[in-house]
């Protein structure tokens, strides 16, 4: 059996490679959204944008195809006050917010209670075709 071992793979034109493998994941990310909106770790991710309170637009490196794919976040928050966990919406084109090929936003919200909150740890992934 043969080993590939590899720092840096590219494509024949000198950029990033394009994963074939159709069930990998096409991005992932982990932000802070407490102070300031930061990206702590990601893959195909390029920069957030804090539009608000619990509102963060993130960036892919290499678009997507199309708007035709899928995202999944999560976040770590609780509030004892209102006994509640705290959910998340990817936005499409609800409120004036638009999913497109290069970029997507993340909503957070109470499931009880009112108002939104910015947590220590925002993360998810994304799935679809790559450009």
Not at 83 to 99: D, F, P, R, V
């Amino acid at each position: 059996m043969s080993t590939l071992k590899a720092d840096t793979i590219q494509s024949t034109g000198g950029g990033a490679a394009t994963l074939t493998k159709q069930s990998a994941a096409k991005a992932w990310f982990e932000y802070t959204s407490i102070t300031t909106t930061a990206m702590t770790n990601s893959f195909n991710c390029s920069a957030t944008t804090d539009n608000g309170t619990g509102d963060t637009l993130l960036s892919f490196t290499n678009n997507m195809s199309s708007s035709a794919y899928v995202v999944n976040a999560a976040d770590v928050s609780y509030n004892d006050a209102f006994n509640t966990s705290y959910g998340h919406a990817i936005e499409s084109t609800q409120n004036s917010k638009e999913k497109t090929s290069s970029n997507f936003t993340v909503v957070y919200s109470q499931h009880a209670g009112t108002g939104v909150l910015d947590h220590c740890e925002n993360m998810g992934t994304a799935h679809g075709d790559l450009a």
